[in-house]
């Protein structure tokens, strides 16, 4: 993976956020049932975005997804490779005006986090560091095993899907 310069300037503006960001570990479809899988981690990709408030207002923003595949799928001949919920984090979380808005960036920064955390074994620090060092690890010689939790949640009539990193069970910590 490589991080673009415009990329790692938003990360640069949103790692106070990053710092004070609480680590979690808890998409296109199809993705497993809902539950603990082991998995391996094939892919990090990275882009810019635009983060969108209910009022419409629209900032810029950086995009993150994690890419997964099944260790073991009994019901296909070809284990099931799924993209993980994508993290939308404003590059200036200060310019969020909606506390609903505001809460969600911080969630999914949160999240972010505790995948980093889990995957490094340490506290993540740098937020482009961090990304670089877990690109790495994917490319690596060893395969990046890890426990992801998928969790499905219904909410007006729609399933919002999301993933957590929980454990490293090969690779690199």
């Known amino acids: 993976m490589s991080i673009s310069n415009e990329t790692k300037s938003m990360f640069a503006n949103m790692q106070s956020a990053f710092s004070d960001a609480t680590a979690e570990s808890g998409g296109a479809a199809p993705w497993p049932p809902?539950?603990?899988?082991?998995?391996y981690i094939i892919a990090v990709h990275t882009d810019?975005?635009?983060?969108?408030q209910t009022d419409?207002?629209?900032?810029?923003s950086a995009t993150i997804q994690f890419e997964y595949e099944?260790?073991?799928?009994?019901?296909?001949?070809?284990?099931?490779?799924?993209k993980g919920a994508m993290f939308n984090l404003p590059s200036d979380a200060s310019q969020i005006t909606l506390d609903g808005s505001r809460k969600r960036a911080e969630i999914e920064m949160n999240r972010l986090k505790g995948h980093?955390?889990?995957?490094?074994?340490?506290?993540?620090?740098?937020?482009?560091?961090?990304?670089?060092?877990?690109?790495?690890?994917?490319?690596?010689?060893s395969a990046l095993v890890a426990k992801v939790f998928c969790q499905y949640r219904e909410s007006n009539g729609r399933t919002y899907r999301t993933d957590f990193i929980r454990d490293l069970l090969s690779g690199r910590a």
């Open 34 to 39: 809902q539950g603990e899988h082991e998995a």
């Open 70 to 82: 099944l260790v073991a799928d009994p019901d296909r001949a070809t284990p099931l490779q799924w």
């Open 116 to 141: 980093l955390k889990t995957l490094l074994g340490r506290e993540p620090n740098n937020l482009i560091v961090d990304l670089e060092e877990v690109s790495g690890m994917i490319g690596g010689e």
């Open 56 to 60: 419409g207002q629209e900032f810029p």
């Open 48 to 52: 810019v975005g635009t983060f969108r």
